[in-house]
């Protein structure tokens, strides 16, 4: 007889270490979420932007270069594809989430944030390229009660109470842009890798991001060891890390299922900012993360299935940080 024991184990591997990696990135992107709000008065949204994405360019050539090198035929053929991803997740998703945190609150932001998932599923059954099922839909709708309530800690009032400024505005459009982006890394093909894929996307971001910081009169903030450590924070964790194991994450369970874990931010936001901040976790913050759990254990069983076989489907390549 067969072992299904075994064989769900092996099967589950690369699912659970995917589960991992996009939790993981989620973790680090709570953190740089802080101190790109800690930073707001001490670089402009560009600079910030430009150098988070400079330093993990310099950081990833030694380890990736030799290989982008050798791949450079790939890349040249998926130059529309490697532009597409720079210029929508990592210039302008940045620029405009950054300059959203100097008009608006951390509340109004994360909540707005809070709505990927949502947006990805909607993106993805229009575009035709996925199917979500009935479990999705309901565990994208768990998720984001809990996100809501973790955020306004279980608070009508708070939730009602928004305020919506200019800079609501620009996380709306920065949602949208962070759905496409993860619409598009469906669209990598199996002999372009993951790294490679991100560290050729850099190029057409900083292109990008160079005029705009010249335009706006960008300069260099003062190199005290907070801005220091948080920019390197930003560029090597939030940027270099965290877009690989995002990508590995959407690689092998689709951007549909990888959008829900956007919310183990207001998780880990709450978690960092008690340890980091001394602020008191609520009760209801607790029924918040319940939720999100819960809804993510109902994604698991609702797996989207695709509209059509992609003619180049992509490989799923192991991140740098989960190699063994």
Known sequence: MPLPSIGSALLGRPERRASLA???????WSGAFIAGRALRDDVDPATLTLLRWGLALLAFIPFVGPKAWRLRAVVRREWRLVAALGITGLAAFHTLTNLAMHTTTALN????????PATILVGGALSGAARPSRLQWAGTAVSLVGACVLITRGSLDALLGLDLVRGDVWM?????????YSLLLRRRPADLPPDVALMASIVPAIA???PVALVGGAS????TPFVIGAVLYIAIFASLIA???WAHGVAVIGPER???YVHLMPIFGAVLSSALLGEHVFAAQFLGGALVF?????SRGGPVAPAAAAARPAEPATPLALRP
Request: no cysteine; proline share 5%; glycine share 8%.
């Open 109 to 116: 932001a994360i909540l707005m944030l809070s709505l990927v």
């Open 172 to 180: 709306i459009v920065s949602v949208l842009l962070w759905t496409a």
């Open 220 to 223: 260099l903030p003062a190199p």
């Open 22 to 28: 996009l939790a993981g990135a989620a973790l680090f």
């Open 258 to 260: 990888a959008g829900q």
């Open 294 to 298: 819960a809804g993510l254990w109902l």
């Open 243 to 245: 877009f690989s194991l």
């Open 208 to 210: 990008v991001l160079v």
